[in-house]
């Protein structure tokens, strides 16, 4: 299924093509106060449609994982690893977060 998602300006636009299996919900430092819920999916899966040059980032602990965000409107769409994005399923166009299979993951704990 093919998935269309952003931030709440517009500013950042993609797609992404999968099956929404489970969604991850960390309670890390950034990932519970933001509430995310990933979507682990290969890079090859996202096309960006738009992807403006000002795109924020975090990263924290190991730096491998880049947390990205909208500088106008500050909504979080994804997270960038390697080989990987994590898809911010509150973010994605006709998706009801209540009814998708949810996996706890301790992130606090790394």
């Not at 992404?16 to 890079?43: A, M, Q, R, T």
């Not at 738009?50 to 730096?63: C, D, Q, V």
């Not at 509150?90 to 992130?107: H, I, Q, T, W, Y």
Request: hydrophobic share 35%; with cysteine; aromatic share 10%.
């Amino acid at each position: 299924m093919l998935y269309k998602g952003g931030c709440k300006c517009g500013a950042v636009a993609f797609e992404v093509e999968g099956e929404i299996g489970e969604v991850i919900d960390c309670n890390c430092s950034v990932c519970k106060p933001k509430g995310y819920l990933h979507w682990f999916v290969p890079e090859a899966q996202v096309r960006m449609v738009r992807r403006p040059a000002e795109l924020g980032e975090f990263t924290f602990n190991k730096h491998a994982l880049r947390h990205r965000f909208c500088t106008t409107c500050g909504v979080s769409p994804f997270v960038e690893g390697p080989g990987t994005v994590a898809v911010n399923a509150r973010c994605l166009e006709g998706v009801d977060p209540g009814s998708l299979a949810v996996k706890p993951f301790d992130g606090a704990s790394l």
